[in-house]
T-cell receptor, first 114, second 113 residues
Framework: AQSVTQLGSHVSVSEGALVLLRCNYSSSVPPYLFWYVQYPNQGLQLLLK??????LVKGINGFEAEFKKSETSFHLTKPSAHMSDAAEYFCAVIERNGNEKLTFGTGTRLTIIP | DTGVSQDPRHKITKRGQNVTFRCDPI?????LYWYRQTLGQGPEFLTYFQNEAQLEKSRLLSDRFSAERPKGSFSTLEIQRTEQGDSAMYLCASGRDGVMEQFFGPGTRLTVL
């Protein structure tokens, strides 16, 4: 079964600094990969997804992620953090040839320091 | 596109009571998913429908849980004889065949006293 590991349950960065949130998956066949953001008491919003095209994926709000098969990773980055980026971020996968159910990591809470 | 809606947004109930949640997907979406999210965790898959057919149920979905999607549009999730361990956020998502994207509703937060 697929699993997703997010290193660091809490990450703090200063406003304007680089944001790096880590995600690794376990699968011999690269899955579809996603990053979702969740603001307090709200549902999840898709930031970006990797299906099978370019390995560098650009998403909303200035976020991007790079799929690295050799490292089984899909880390999320943003060059310059904004106060509004403070939220919970979830990495998730969908197995290829599966039923398209999402398997989520445990999440990373991002705090922005003014 | 009005998005995925869920009702109610909050539900407080006493242990042993039955509760029912409703999810209205985006109108042209034929796939509908239910997930459960407990505090500090990522959402966990419960079940999913393709049109009106329930195609998979997680082991998390005990016999006290039942989900329906009678006409392939809205869905209901019922929990019978609620337990304190059922306290969680219940999330609904919808999508279309072949499109690897699920749109989430705001969730129903259940508190069992």
């Amino acid at each position: 079964a697929q699993s997703v590991t997010q290193l660091g349950s809490h990450v703090s960065v200063s406003e304007g600094a680089l944001v790096l949130l880590r995600c690794n998956y376990s699968s011999s066949v690269p899955p579809y990969l996603f990053w979702y953001v969740q603001y307090p008491n709200q549902g999840l919003q898709l930031l970006l997804k990797y299906t099978s095209a370019a390995t560098l994926v650009k998403g909303i709000n200035g976020f991007e992620a790079e799929f690295k098969k050799s490292e089984t990773s899909f880390h999320l980055t943003k060059p310059s953090a904004h106060m509004s980026d403070a939220a919970e971020y979830f990495c998730a996968v969908i197995e290829r040839n599966g039923n398209e159910k999402l398997t989520f990591g445990t999440g990373t809470r991002l705090t922005i320091i003014p | 596109d009005t998005g995925v809606s869920q009702d109610p947004r909050h539900k407080i109930t006493k242990r042993g009571q039955n509760v029912t949640f409703r999810c209205d997907p985006i109108s042209e979406h034929n796939r509908l998913y239910w997930y459960r999210q407990t505090l500090g965790q990522g959402p966990e898959f419960l079940t999913y429908f393709q049109n009106e057919a329930q195609l998979e149920k997680s082991r998390l979905l005990s016999d006290r849980f039942s989900a329906e999607r009678p006409k392939g549009s809205f869905s209901t999730l019922e929990i019978q004889r609620t337990e304190q361990g059922d306290s969680a956020m219940y999330l609904c998502a919808s999508g279309r065949d072949g499109v690897m994207e699920q749109f989430f509703g705001p969730g129903t937060r259940l508190t069992v006293l």
